[in-house]
Structure formats: structure tokens, C-alpha cells
């Protein structure tokens, strides 16, 4: 198997692929910029992306 060190783009941390197996889904995506990202981080981030979306939802509720 071959080994293969990312780093995570967000917080520095060195990853192995080899640590992820077969679940490497490791890569967030932005328009024309691919981020390689920890799986730490990609928690934090689905975290605030929820917040964000639990806010939007109140304020519509509040101003109808």
C-alpha cells in the first residue's frame, strides 16, 4: 500500500492516507480551490455550516 502525507490546509496537521484506508474523502471544495482537510476539521466546519443554517431558518420563521 502505498503511503501518502497530506496536510491538513486549515490546521497544519500531517495526515496519512494510509491512517483513512479506503475512506479518503478528505477534500472540501471551493470555486477553483480544493482544500485537503482533517476529518477534525471537517467536523468543526459541518458544526458551523449547521449553526449558519439553524440561524437562516429561525429569521425566515421570525419574519413570517
Known amino acids: 500500500m502505498k503511503k501518502?502525507?497530506?496536510?491538513?490546509?486549515?490546521?497544519?496537521?500531517?495526515?496519512s492516507t494510509?491512517?483513512?484506508?479506503?475512506?479518503i474523502d478528505l477534500h472540501v471544495s471551493a470555486?477553483?480551490?480544493?482544500?485537503?482537510?482533517?476529518?477534525?476539521?471537517?467536523a468543526d466546519l459541518n458544526r458551523w455550516i449547521d449553526a449558519r443554517r439553524t440561524k437562516i431558518k429561525q429569521k425566515e420563521?421570525?419574519?413570517?
Open 31 to 42: 470555486p477553483g480551490i480544493v482544500w485537503d482537510i482533517c476529518y477534525e476539521c471537517k
Open 4 to 15: 501518502t502525507l497530506l496536510i491538513c490546509d486549515i490546521c497544519g496537521k500531517r495526515m
Open 18 to 23: 494510509l491512517q483513512y484506508g479506503d475512506k
Open 61 to 64: 420563521e421570525s419574519e413570517e
